[in-house]
């Protein structure tokens, strides 16, 4: 009797979300709102660069001992790190598990053609694999040094982001990648507003010109660094 209770015992609620495809497309929209708060924040950070070494190099520091004295240093950059890799663990299964839910549910092809999707959308997987790749790229280059083109300086950011900037292949990588995030936050923006609730007919225009407006400025605001380095604005 005891195994058949357990056996019966209903999923718990959070199983069941994940388990549906509502639940699925909800995670994937929180998760992608929380990537975008953060990517907002660090545009801004970047930016500080203009302002020259010491302002740029007093907000990598401020990164490390804000918190405190509450926290302890690094605590505060480790809580933003581990909310980030769970949005972004989170967002990518997600997204995974209903590529592959929704091929099986359409096994072979339409007989007529669905009706041309805009460049964002039909890129949306191959982006969202360029920008995981350049996620591990962009740790290894600038946050563990492991990968960097110079001699890697701990606590000196500045340098290290001139050293990156200064090859053409950092510009490449980095250029190629931010060009992928526009095109997915255009898309993903509105797509994230309609599965949480907050698309209406009405509001459709003002949705998609807030989701292009921000995929524009966070695209030319992280754009301007690589392209300040190469033309020397910024040495």
Same mark, same amino acid.
Not at 136 to 139: A, S, T
């Given at each position: 009797?005891?195994?058949?209770?357990?056996?019966?015992?209903?999923?718990?609620?959070?199983?069941?979300l994940?388990?549906?495809?509502?639940?699925?497309?909800?995670? @994937?929209?929180?998760?992608?709102?929380?990537?975008? $708060?953060?990517?907002?924040?660090?545009?801004?950070?970047?930016?500080?660069?203009?302002?020259g /070494?010491?302002?740029?190099?007093?907000?990598?520091?401020?990164?490390?001992? @804000?918190?405190?004295?509450?926290?302890?240093?690094?605590w505060?950059?480790?809580?933003?790190?581990?909310?980030?890799?769970?949005?972004?663990?989170?967002?990518?299964?997600?997204?995974?598990?209903?590529?592959?839910?929704? $091929?099986?549910?359409?096994?072979?092809?339409?007989?007529?053609?669905?009706?041309?999707?805009?460049?964002? /959308?039909?890129?949306?997987?191959?982006?969202?694999?360029?920008? !995981? $790749?350049?996620i591990?790229?962009?740790?290894l280059?600038? =946050? =563990?040094?492991?990968?960097?083109?110079?001699?890697?300086?701990?606590?000196?950011?500045?340098?290290?982001? *001139?050293?990156?900037?200064?090859?053409?292949y950092?510009?490449?990588?980095? *250029?190629?990648? @931010? $060009?992928?995030?526009g095109?997915?936050?255009?898309?993903?923006?509105?797509?994230?507003?309609?599965?949480?609730?907050?698309?209406?007919?009405?509001?459709?225009r003002?949705?998609? =010109?807030?989701?292009?407006?921000?995929?524009?400025?966070? /695209?030319? !605001?992280? *754009?301007?660094?690589?392209?300040?380095?190469?033309?020397?604005?910024?040495?």
């Open positions: 009797m005891a195994l058949a209770t357990r056996t019966d015992r209903r999923p718990s609620m959070t199983r069941t994940w388990d549906s495809t509502v639940g699925k497309k909800a995670i @994937m929209a929180v998760s992608g709102l929380v990537m975008l $708060l953060y990517l907002v924040a660090h545009m801004i950070g970047n930016l500080k660069i203009f302002f /070494t010491d302002e740029f190099n007093g907000y990598a520091h401020w990164l490390r001992v @804000m918190g405190e004295p509450v926290l302890h240093y690094e505060g950059l480790w809580i933003v790190r581990v909310v980030l890799v769970a949005a972004v663990v989170l967002h990518a299964v997600s997204a995974y598990q209903l590529s592959r839910r929704d $091929l099986r549910a359409r096994p072979t092809k339409y007989v007529h053609k669905r009706p041309r999707a805009s460049y964002a /959308t039909r890129t949306m997987r191959y982006g969202g694999v360029i920008l !995981g $790749l350049f591990v790229w962009h740790i280059d600038l =946050t =563990t040094g492991t990968v960097h083109s110079g001699g890697f300086q701990s606590g000196h950011p500045y340098q290290n982001v *001139i050293d990156t900037f200064s090859t053409w950092g510009n490449v990588i980095y *250029i190629v990648a @931010m $060009l992928a995030l095109l997915h936050i255009q898309h993903g923006f509105w797509s994230a507003a309609q599965t949480l609730g907050a698309g209406r007919a009405s509001r459709d003002v949705l998609k =010109t807030l989701g292009n407006v921000l995929a524009l400025v966070l /695209t030319v !605001g992280f *754009i301007s660094v690589p392209v300040a380095v190469m033309t020397g604005v910024v040495s």
